[in-house]
């Protein structure tokens, strides 16, 4: 019986590491776009105001780094958010179709959170 005993003391301290290295794994950042709705429709040229939260559980919001991306005209804005998890996109300049529009935030870690809507600008009608 003697000779299990230096096993179930290794094994005991491995349960006890694991337990330990749990409190430092690195969890994403949470990301919500909660304005505009998804599926929104707007017309080229229109100022479309995009806001999100953001939190993470391990580091002060505003120390996280975000970007905002169109699948088809690409980076819209690299920036942080604010002290309060907030971040606010304001742009005019989307091309004409479908877009998924989408934030993605990323900690000091490289851990990264991301979500995303889609939005449709259509054609300006020509002004006579």
């Known amino acids: 019986m003697n000779r299990f005993l230096p096993c179930l003391v290794i094994l005991s301290s491995a349960c006890e ?21 998804t599926m929104s429709v707007f017309t ?6 995009f806001e999100a939260a953001i939190l993470d559980d391990q580091q002060e919001a505003s120390t996280l780094s975000i ?3 169109s699948d088809a ?7 942080n958010p604010s002290e309060d998890g907030t971040a606010e996109l304001i742009i ?6 479908l877009h998924v529009i989408s934030l993605t935030a990323i900690d000091e870690r490289n ?4 979500s995303w809507i889609q939005i449709e600008i259509d054609e300006k009608e020509d002004e006579e």
């Open 92 to 97: 005019d300049s989307l091309s004409e179709g």
């Open 111 to 114: 851990a990264s959170g991301r």
């Open 67 to 69: 970007i905002w991306n």
């Open 17 to 37: 590491q694991a337990e330990t290295d749990k409190s430092n794994v690195n969890t994403s950042p949470s990301v919500v776009i909660s304005s505009p709705d």
């Open 73 to 79: 005209d690409g980076i819209l804005l690299e920036d």
């Open 44 to 49: 080229e040229g229109d100022e479309i105001i």
